[in-house]
């Protein structure tokens, strides 16, 4: 069982930074690969980037070159850093979990879920 709380979502600018954190419970987090998904309002989840134990790593192409994924297995963390930030990032951002070795851009594919934080940016 793995709980997940992601932080860091807040109002910004565009071109502006801004990190996200998922934070972990559960021992065996190192062996989980996890996802962040964005939701923006009236429009489905969509897949921005998974990272697996061993740091193989997939983006989806709109956050391509901007947004970089990291993970600190010792704090049970993953990171998502958000540069150059655009109007259209604006979204409830999740992370998300599973137990594989297998990276995945398929929502249904993950089992465990945070609540998600907000980011908004605005132009």
């Known amino acids: 069982q793995v709980q997940l709380v992601e932080s860091g979502g807040g109002l910004v600018q565009a071109g502006d930074s801004l990190r996200l954190y998922c934070a972990a419970s559960g021992r065996t987090f190192s062996s989980y690969a996890v996802a962040w998904f964005r939701q923006a309002p009236g429009k489905e989840r969509e897949f921005v980037v998974a990272i697996t134990w061993n740091d193989a790593i997939t983006y989806a192409d709109p956050v391509k070159g901007r947004f970089t994924i990291s993970r600190d297995n010792a704090k049970s963390t993953v990171y998502l850093q958000m540069d150059n930030v655009k109007p259209q990032d604006t979204a409830v951002y999740y992370c998300?979990?599973?137990?594989?070795?297998?990276?995945?851009?398929?929502?249904?594919?993950?089992?465990?879920w945070g609540q998600g934080t907000q980011v908004i940016v605005s132009s």
């Open positions: 998300a979990a599973r137990r594989t070795i297998v990276l995945s851009r398929r929502a249904p594919d993950y089992d465990y």
